[in-house]
């Protein structure tokens, strides 16, 4: 019995041991703290879609001639893109553009590329389009001749390649 009773003193030390363990302090006496950024970003990505092709017909010199052409940007975000048009492969002045003749020789026939259907305002600078993410946003180029610098034209096709960029 003797025994009985030193195990039950040993297990109610060892208790009272344990739970002086689990209940107290474990001897630290200060704490610090800092601070874990967490952080992510979203890029904004655009893509160019279709670029539809202006198309002045049959030009008779001397003659008003207007066209359009529309340009789809798509964005995985909202905000404001820029569009930039160039002055094409064949100006030979800055804000001027030109269709040359295909089969070879130097005529030219002047056009402007507009950024609204009045035709007053020449897209001669980026031009600043809000954008909706997801959806495809149509631009506008509405060009003419200026038929008042292209007064005569041999026969035969013209063509001119006007480079589109879209920052963002």
């Known amino acids: 019995m003797l025994f009985h009773h030193r195990a039950r003193l040993l297990l109610g030390v060892a208790a009272v041991s344990i739970s002086a363990l689990l209940h107290s302090n474990p001897g630290f006496a200060e704490t610090v703290t800092g601070t874990l950024n967490v952080t992510a970003s979203v890029q904004q990505d655009c893509e160019l879609g279709t670029i539809s092709t202006l198309d002045f017909d049959v030009y ?47 005529a030219l026939i002047r056009y402007q590329l507009y950024t609204t259907s ?51």
């Open 60 to 106: 008779e010199p001397g003659q008003p001639n207007v066209a359009q052409a529309d340009i789809v940007v798509n964005c995985n975000t909202d905000g404001t893109v820029t569009v930039d048009l160039d002055d094409g492969q064949n100006s030979t002045t800055a804000g001027q553009r030109a269709m040359k003749q295909q089969n070879g020789s130097d």
């Open 118 to 168: 009045t035709r007053n305002d020449p897209w001669t600078e980026p031009r600043a389009v809000p954008v909706t993410g997801g959806d495809d946003i149509q631009v506008t180029a509405f060009g003419a001749i200026l038929h008042t610098l292209t007064t005569s034209a041999p026969p035969g096709e013209y063509s001119d390649s006007v480079t589109v960029t879209v920052s963002f």
